[in-house]
Antibody, heavy 122, light 107 residues
């Protein structure tokens, strides 16, 4: 069965960095685009970033562009989100999510991890 | 950015009721609309993709319809386990955006 397990969340001061990881299993990781989606406490969902199945391209939400970097290691079945220059408004549960489409992005998220809480506070 | 507006923001239904949640996009998005269910403290779960396709393993009491700007999610007979918040999401244009959510409670 498909499993996505995030790690790396925690409390960090504004302006500092944090890296999230998402370990994938139960499917051929190298065939699917992967996303990060976040949810601020008590709020709705916000798509953050996507990386293509082969890592050849990435797309970002404008508010995180130039601060966040999505990457993947297909040999380790692992997705990453490097978050720099963190702001209070980045506080959220961060979910990794698998794209429904094989190789080509559909931007439909058929499997989600359990989420990793990132709190940006001094 | 394409805005997606859900209504109602909350609703209360009895077991066995038929309920409908609607989602309106600020511009035409063909059939590029997905529906998710999120139970408290859990990750979202995909219910319906491209407006009307039932995701594998999802009970058939869930259905989706619509195209263009107006979409709906219907639960034909609400069950106690359907207590959750439901989100629509447009997959048509960047940035892919979600509705604000509809919280379903059981009377």
């Amino acid at each position: 069965q498909v499993q996505l397990v995030e790690s790396g969340g925690g409390v960090v001061q504004p302006g500092r960095s944090l890296r999230l990881s998402c370990a994938a299993s139960g499917f051929t990781f190298s065939k699917y685009g992967m996303h990060w989606v976040r949810q601020a406490p008590g709020k709705g969902l916000e798509w953050v970033a996507v990386i293509l199945y082969d890592g050849s391209n990435e797309y970002y939400l404008d508010s995180v562009k130039a601060r966040f970097t999505i990457s993947r290691d297909n040999s380790k079945n692992t997705l990453y989100l490097q978050m720099n220059s963190l702001r209070a408004e980045d506080t959220a549960v961060y979910y990794c999510a698998k794209d429904l489409g094989e190789r080509w992005l559909q931007f439909s998220f058929d499997y989600w991890g359990q989420g990793s809480l990132v709190t940006v506070s001094s | 950015d394409i805005q997606v507006t859900q209504s109602p923001s909350s609703l209360s239904a009895s077991v066995g009721d038929r309920v409908t949640i609607t989602c309106r996009a600020s511009q035409r998005i063909t059939n590029s609309l997905n529906w998710y269910q999120q139970k408290p403290g859990k990750a979202p779960k995909l219910l319906i993709y491209t407006a009307s396709n039932l995701q594998s393993g999802v009970p058939s009491r869930f259905s989706g319809s619509g195209s263009g700007t107006d979409f709906s999610l219907t639960i034909s007979s609400v069950q106690p386990e359907d207590i959750a918040t439901y989100f629509c999401q447009q997959s048509h244009s960047a940035p892919r955006t979600f509705g604000q959510g509809t919280k379903l409670e059981i009377k």
